[in-house]
């Protein structure tokens, strides 16, 4: 009597990473079923501008590409509506997280909470059967004897690890996880797809946007943008912003307060006061941050003593070495040198060489 064969669900977006992986899992004996998320209803007035992203009216060209890459494959494929999760879940957290004058980071949410989430448990609940869960991340996971613990890794491939985004994930998440493109480079990915007769995949342009339009007052109400104060570090009023959820820590580019001089950047947002505080480039770099919302993946807990590691601040950011001590359920991280754009809102990741320790949301530099 033959064993089972083991059967894993894959997030299948229509692009090369998911393609391949796919194909890697089937060619190594997995039964393989893709599931694409449905998560545009139109409720927002975002205009077709034929491309992609993953929120807008492009959707119905993404699920057609997956459905027909599962054609291709010959795999059972699955669209999975989660239109009103996503807007509870990663719109609304947007939403307030401007409002409360930090800047949120809605792909981190989106892979805790829809990907690895919503998206498994509506397709179990809808009559998908598998054993395991994979995706096209460039990450990797095993499990350490020594702590009991799943560990989360970067991807072999340093200029494409997403370790960064799925650093929230928890114990129970990782321990069913497959990332079949972990040991793999872009390139390699890419070549693959050649070989398989899919060039259209390896040439395809990659969606990495939020939103299918570059401008997120979509995503909020009426009033929501109250005009308020730019200031200075002193409190000197220096013109008239339109409205805290246009701004982030670090922008340069849209502030129009002329004068020439000194280029001025946004250093602060005052939520409270509704206040926008700007200031010369040297202002935006800070030794410290500290840092809340702990999840704890490789380590299960913080040790009673100062630790070093390295500390990702945002997806673009080289990890930097850093003394990193537990108080009161958060961490304070001291930088070896001071970085740049410390931003609240957005998440730590604190890392010993490719192993994520944990991750926390930054709440404020110090």
């Known amino acids: 009597m033959s064993a089972k064969q083991p059967s894993v669900a894959i997030g299948l977006s229509g692009g090369v990473d998911s ?6 899992l089937k060619r190594d004996g997995w039964r393989v079923t893709g599931l694409t998320m449905s998560i545009w209803d139109g409720s927002l007035p975002i205009p ?8 807008g009216p492009g959707e119905a060209r993404d699920l057609e590409a997956a459905k027909e890459i599962a054609a291709r494959l010959g795999i059972e494929h699955r669209v999975v509506a989660l239109a009103e999760e996503y807007k509870q879940t990663v719109l609304e957290y947007f939403r307030e997280e401007y409002l409360a004058g930090r800047t949120p980071n809605p792909c981190v949410r989106c892979n805790q909470r829809m990907k690895f989430g919503f998206l498994i448990e509506q397709a179990r609940a809808q009559g998908a059967e598998f054993d395991k869960f994979a995706t096209g991340h460039y990450a990797r996971t095993r499990y350490d004897e020594a702590s009991g613990r799943w560990q989360l890794l970067r991807g072999k491939d340093a200029g494409k690890d997403q370790s960064y985004f799925l650093s929230r994930l928890k114990q129970e998440q990782l321990a069913n996880l497959i990332f079949p493109l972990g040991e793999l480079r872009k390139g390699e990915v890419k070549a693959r797809a050649r070989e398989l007769g899919w060039g259209d995949l390896a040439e395809k342009d990659e969606s990495q946007d939020f939103i299918e339009c570059d401008d997120y007052a979509v995503l909020f109400r009426k009033g929501d943008a109250r005009p308020g104060d730019f200031v200075a570090r002193d409190g000197k009023v220096l013109g008239q912003h339109r409205g805290i959820i246009h ?13 020439g001089g000194t280029p001025l950047y946004v250093v602060e947002i005052d939520a409270a006061r509704n206040r ?18 702990l999840n704890w993946v490789g380590w299960a807990g913080a040790p009673a ?43 730590a990741v604190f890392y010993a060489g490719d192993v994520v ?10």
């Open 247 to 259: 701004y982030t820590i670090g922008q340069r580019k849209g502030l129009e307060l002329g004068g």
């Open 19 to 24: 393609s391949v992986a796919a194909w890697l």
């Open 276 to 293: 926008v505080v700007v200031g010369p480039r040297e202002e935006l770099h800070a030794r410290e941050l500290v840092a809340g919302d």
């Open 48 to 55: 077709d501008l034929g491309i992609s992203g993953c929120f």
């Open 305 to 347: 003593e100062p630790f070093r590691c390295e500390v990702q601040i945002r997806q673009r950011h080289k990890a930097a070495p850093a003394t990193v001590a537990a108080a009161d359920g958060r961490l304070r991280a001291v930088f070896d040198e001071p970085q740049l754009s410390i931003t609240p809102g957005q998440v």
């Open 357 to 366: 320790l944990a991750s926390g949301t930054i709440e404020k530099p110090a």
